[in-house]
């Protein structure tokens, strides 16, 4: 079955850089949207980036965008978010989140697959 398996997160300081990972298995993803998602404490899962596996096309959420960078390793068959500058504002739990087709959504419940998250810790 298909498996995303986060890792990467962390304490870290505002300014800091941070990058995510994200090993996808279980099936070929090469017709599959990848995408990350943050919760912060209290509020909803929202959208922080996607990218389209076969091309590499990207798109992010306005609040991350020129900070954050989502890119793909197809030999490794996995995904990463490079986050830099972050804020206390980017304190969450990131998931890494899977779907058929080529449109980017931003919507959670566009995802077919996601993993069990990791908690990405900002302080001021």
């Known amino acids: 079955q298909v498996q995303l398996v986060e890792s990467g997160g962390g304490l870290v300081q505002a300014g800091d850089s941070l990058r995510l990972s994200c090993a996808a298995s279980?099936?070929?993803?090469?017709?599959?949207?990848m995408g990350w998602f943050r919760q912060a404490p209290g509020k909803e899962r929202e959208f922080v980036a996607a990218?389209?596996?076969?091309?590499?096309?990207?798109y992010y959420a306005d609040s991350v965008k020129g900070r954050f960078t989502i890119s793909r390793d197809n030999a490794k068959n996995t995904v990463y978010l490079q986050m830099n500058s972050l804020k206390p504002e980017d304190w969450a739990v990131y998931y890494c989140?899977?779907?058929?087709?080529?449109?980017?959504?931003?919507?959670?419940?566009?995802?077919?697959?996601w993993g069990q998250g990791t908690q990405v810790t900002v302080s001021s």
């Open positions: 989140a899977a779907k058929s087709g080529s449109v980017f959504y931003t919507r959670t419940t566009e995802y077919d697959y």
């Open positions: 279980g099936r070929t993803f090469s017709s599959y949207i």
């Open positions: 990218i389209r596996w076969r091309g590499g096309s990207t």
